[in-house]
């Protein structure tokens, strides 16, 4: 009972976060005008440039899976891990909650015997990389090399505190093979991605200023993914927004170049998505799936 209390609170914060979000837009916009100016200069080849981008993550993201897996020595297909990527990405943006790691991990129960627990190991590595790699590319990003140093070592406790944590409060039998180069692939492919998140961030920025250059992208991009740790509502909807306008001696970009490149960011990836459910429908995915 207490559980489905605190489960309809965080819907209802997710909601009350997404309406004053919406509301601020709204308001920022309407008041000054000005700001949305730069849009007329998104062109048709932006819009297929960040598109193909995101197609490019989703591909990133079924050998993160890949990867994953093969710590348990398990293996997916191509086609199938493709497909379980498009259909947990479009749940977690419209589903409750941000569900699409749930998705996933009733999937690879189910269809691979993959214990919950296991899979819950194995994010934690990934997890860990996107954060250590977040914090490098704000101390890449804004030529701060006392918080780059401080941003490894910090890290660095918090994945290995939080591994010892879960490993003692969770048993879990036939641990991952740790292998070395598996783990590296992971990395790899890791930073592949979110490499590709800040070029979708760098092309954004630019439509609304050209002179923000690609250290500043860095700073911004590893800001925006810290925030999905914290984040309730899709896509962090606000919360990316709140981290990047409270950090901006960062990244040193504007609230109007921030505010202006979330309205493009966010319109896109509704429109890659779109893309995505069109594709699920075609080959009724939600019916394999499920």
Known sequence: MKELINKHRKKLLAILVLILTTGGFLYYFITHKNALEPLKNLSLTNIAAILTLYGLILVALTFVLKFSLELFEKKIVFHENLQLNIWSNIVNFF????????VRALYLKKKHSLDIKKFLYVSLIYYGFIAL?????IAVGSFNFVFATFSIILASVVIYAGFKLFSSKINIKNKPHLSP??????FIITLIQLLITSVIYLIELHIVNKSIDYH????????ANLSLF??????????????LLFTQ???HISASNILSASLIDRSIYVLFLLILIAIAASMHLKKRLN
């Open 95 to 102: 589903g409750p909650l941000q569900s699409g790691p749930g």
């Open 133 to 137: 790699i977040s914090c490098l590319f």
């Open 181 to 186: 180069e598996i783990i590296t692939k992971l």
């Open 216 to 223: 500043q992208v860095l700073a911004y991009t590893g800001v």
């Open 230 to 243: 914290v984040a309730i509502t899709p896509g962090a909807i606000g919360f990316r927004e709140s981290f």
């Open 249 to 251: 001696k960062l990244h």
